[in-house]
């Protein structure tokens, strides 16, 4: 994961224009994935009907958020993984596991909670809240809420212009 470059082929735009049907009607999903101070890290649109699992790998993947020093070695990692329990599967808890990352995601009522490879950490997921505030501050910006661009691309451009706006406010308190 580490040192990977975006390029062009990234970017192409979706078939679906990344809309598509869900509980509240025609819209789109916005994944996202930010540090512990809510600063956005990455986004990814998909159409409203698809499962926020799915996404995950590329979410962590098109992020490339380690840091390597001179040598190579990685001195920045996420240490915790926070989500709701749309994210919640044995495999994601594998995966975050084999990538060094502790799952702080809820168990569903219907299964046992000490089945599962990770004590659930409520306390680490009480700073969940930091990303549902992103995404409240996101909504704010009438045109990503309203979506006024026809394209993914176009919109994914609002949703960045609005992440830069967020970076040049944002103070280390």
Known sequence: M????????????????????????????????????????????????????????????????????????????????????GYRADWIDQYLLELGIAPVIPSRKNEDRNARPVAFDKEAYRRRNIVERLIGWLKESRRIFSRFEKTAQNFGGMIKLAFIRQYLTYRLV
């Open 2 to 85: 580490c040192g990977r470059r975006w390029k062009k082929s990234d970017a192409a735009e979706p078939g679906d224009h990344a809309l598509g049907r869900s509980r509240g009607g025609f819209s789109t999903k916005i994944h996202l994935l930010c540090d512990g101070h809510g600063l956005p890290l990455h986004f990814h649109l998909t159409a409203g009907q698809t499962h926020e699992s799915t996404v995950l790998d590329e979410l962590l993947v098109a992020a490339d958020i380690c840091l390597l020093d001179e040598e190579g070695e990685r001195i920045a990692w996420p240490f915790a993984l926070g989500g709701d329990k």
